[in-house]
């Protein structure tokens, strides 16, 4: 169980990014995204945990200097998971543009024109 | 001299034949003198005054040029650990890349909250570039600790603290040429 204001901060999160709204980045780690706001960083992380072979799911506020003022992490199956790894998977399509990215694909299989890109040298790949 | 001149004729024009005595020209030879004194007290004052606004206004330049040179002296040891660092994620030491990567940090908040630097720094990209050494930083921690064994993309890593060193190394010569001109 989160604390109220963890909540409520999560839930404007989603509101914003699902808006589009928010300018999630990428950092070092694989499955974690970024958001700056004002003086502070929100982190999101989602990550495999090799000591309890569970997943799992974390939101991180660091200050201006990299310290973490607060920061909540779930396991999977405990209350609220779902709630943090939706967020999580918010900042992924909001950074990889995943909903523009299938519109774009929709919009190209749908027109009448041929998809795809013929090669100049076809006959290279024949020999 | 001359103001002595006017005093004495001003004195035997306004004054009569039985006032001209020695007590009134005392008197009048006095205030005189007082009155020559307050105008060189005054100018003394001012040129006092004028010699200490030079002195301060050289003072605050030399505290400047100074401020500047150390800023020049921590982009140039910044830039220098940025190479370490580098060199010990090859090496897969990532311990030490730890430790230096926090020292970097502390050198890079130094010059942030540094007044002459801020005028001068691109500062949204050097807070950009900071922002992204103090999670790269966490994210070293957490790998370090074993807390997240995966997923920690290290070229990720060395590509920020390439930009970071771009920023710098283009700070520094832009603080040097400043110093040249000055």
């Given amino acids: 169980m989160i604390a109220e204001n963890f909540r409520l901060l999560i839930e404007k999160l989603k509101y914003k990014s699902a808006k589009r709204e928010a300018i999630?980045?990428?950092?070092?780690?694989?499955?974690?995204?970024?958001?700056h706001l004002g003086k502070v960083t929100l982190l999101t992380d989602c990550w495999y945990d090799e000591v309890t072979f569970n997943k799992k799911v974390d939101l991180v506020i660091l200050n201006e200097d990299g310290e973490k003022i607060d920061g909540v992490i779930l396991s999977k199956g405990e209350d609220d998971y779902e709630l943090l790894i939706e967020l999580h998977t918010l900042a992924k399509q909001s950074y990889y543009k995943i909903d523009e990215t299938f519109k774009s694909i929709f919009e190209e299989l749908d027109s009448n024109k041929v998809v795809g890109e013929k090669k100049k040298h076809e006959l290279d790949d024949l020999i | 001299m001359l103001g002595l001149l006017l005093v004495g004729l001003l004195y035997f024009v306004f004054f009569d034949q039985k006032d001209q005595n020695m007590i009134n020209g005392i008197t009048v030879l006095g205030t005189y003198l007082s009155l020559l004194g307050i105008v060189i007290s005054y100018f003394q004052?001012?040129?006092?005054?004028?010699?200490?606004?030079?002195?301060?206004?050289?003072?605050?330049?030399?505290?400047?040029?100074?401020?500047?040179?150390?800023?020049?002296?921590?982009?140039?040891?910044?830039?220098?650990?940025?190479e370490e660092i580098q060199q010990f994620i090859q090496q897969k030491?990532?311990?030490?890349v730890l430790i230096r990567m926090k020292d970097l940090k502390s050198i890079l908040i130094?010059?942030?909250?540094?007044?002459?630097?801020?005028?001068?720094?691109?500062?949204?990209?050097?807070?950009?570039?900071?922002?992204?050494?103090?999670v790269d930083i966490k994210n070293m921690h957490e790998f370090t600790t074993g807390y997240k064994k995966t997923n920690l993309n290290f070229s990720k890593i060395t590509n920020h603290l390439e930009d970071l060193s771009t920023t710098l190394t283009a700070f520094e010569h832009k603080l040097k040429n400043i110093k040249n001109d000055s």
């Fill in chain 1, 24 to 35: 999630w980045a990428k950092t070092s780690r694989d499955e974690e995204f970024k958001l």
């Fill in chain 2, 45 to 82: 004052i001012k040129s006092v005054k004028d010699i200490n606004e030079k002195t301060k206004t050289a003072i605050e330049k030399s505290l400047q040029r100074l401020n500047q040179l150390v800023v020049v002296a921590d982009l140039s040891k910044a830039i220098k650990v940025i």
């Fill in chain 2, 93 to 96: 030491n990532y311990a030490i």
């Fill in chain 2, 110 to 134: 130094q010059a942030k909250h540094n007044e002459e630097a801020n005028k001068l720094i691109e500062y949204e990209s050097f807070c950009i570039n900071l922002n992204e050494l103090i």
